[in-house]
């Protein structure tokens, strides 16, 4: 196809677009993402306050400039192919056989954006309004999902799914960025097209992980140190969920188990008293304190607190459903921009799954603080060393195996995925007002929870209040109830 070639795409839309025909190579961690879907929501009010009266968003421009906006991004126009030795995948961006975005409408009857307000956004009052099948299920297999859904107010709720393989929280943010931005110049262009000019230091910048991760220094025959004793420790802790044979659950087994979910809250106050308490090093125990001198930890964080409050609250329900399971787990995303030399502006999926298991007796004898600590020094390790070697063990078929047989829900396991940032709001202004809500439709893999701001940049000195998405068996969610720990800082909202 030429440069500039006018195409219609399956949703009906024309688009003018100049792909040129590329390839991205992807790593062992992006293959590992397998079909899951990145899921934001949000919520434009579109009732205009001055006139008090209903106004219709511009829903056909939104999807045009949906169009224009992915230009800047091949990556999510291609469709995943095996690597030529049939070990590995990659995306390949044929500028014939574009991957279009699935776009699809729908009404959600008579409720209103006030409505699902009064109600906390609950999952179950707009669910089915903002359902879609997951990308992978999709007859084009396409990169990117939209579902814009009209509510009788006049608002508007936008429902996005974007591949894993191709793009993590941030890149994801990057490309909501772009297109809000490309949005508001078309429509001062007055309906014709214009291609976004960005500055260079704005630019998106989508590379070959393959590359970059060659880059890297190949770790040592004899790795030393943290990075060793770390990966020794997973490669323990993987055997012995095998040897307990947690692994052999297939998808209907697991389906047995009763999820909920639910969504808390966690205020301003509470984080202030949970650092306060929490936060100083000093608060250690002093059979802790060790650890801490021994590994050079200097700080704790706000997330390495939080995740220890919901980590160990977890833990001490599984402890109570299953004491003959000794261990618990917890997997944290982490971004590797920085770490592995990746410039901030990288657009593709640079989030890296550092696993950390600890034994439940250990957990439920530490404080908050010692947790912290814990969970802080794994962070700490995070270094090019060890995403080399963790990125070699992720290819093996076996490792990657016994990585999966941790999410058995009978296992102790709690994965975090942390996304802060409250700038969102502003990174998603079409020009029609910023949103009144962002959400993300919680993963319904075992323990998974995802951390959601509610409030934008300017209402949070009136209602400064973060709100935590999370999928939990109901048994394990019964017994955080009653956590007087967990309580004592964690709210529910539903």
Partial sequence: MKPGRRTRSAHGLSASLSVPAQEFELPSIDSAQGNADLNFVFFFAGASKRHHKKRRLPIGQLKASLMSAIEQFPIMLGRAAATSDDRGLKIVVDPNDINWPDITEASAGNMTIASLQRNGFAWSRWSQAA???????????????????????????????????VVDGSGAWRFYQTWAQTFQAERKQSGSRRTLVYLQDNAPQLLSRSAMFSALASPPSAIQGAVAEHINQMSQYFDSVLERQLHVASKDHMETFAYSVRKFSLTHEAVTRLKARHGDLALCSPEHRQFVSAHNIGFVSTNDLICSVFWRAITRAHHALNANDPETCMMLACDMRSRIGLPPKYTGNASFPLIMNMDKGQIMRQTITDTATWI???????SPEYVKQMSTVMASPEDMQRLISIFHPSNSFFSASIISGFPMFDMVDFGFGKPVHIDVPPYLTPGFSIWMPTRSTAQLAKTPTTSIDIALREDVYQLMLSDAEFGEYLEVVY
Avoid at 134 to 147: I, K
């Fill in 131 to 165: 359902h879609t099948a997951d990308l992978a299920q999709r007859p084009s297999n396409p990169m990117v999902g939209v579902h814009i859904v009209k509510y009788a107010c006049g608002g508007i709720s936008v429902h996005t799914k974007i591949r894993h393989l």
């Fill in 376 to 382: 802080r020094r794994q962070i700490n390790i995070l």
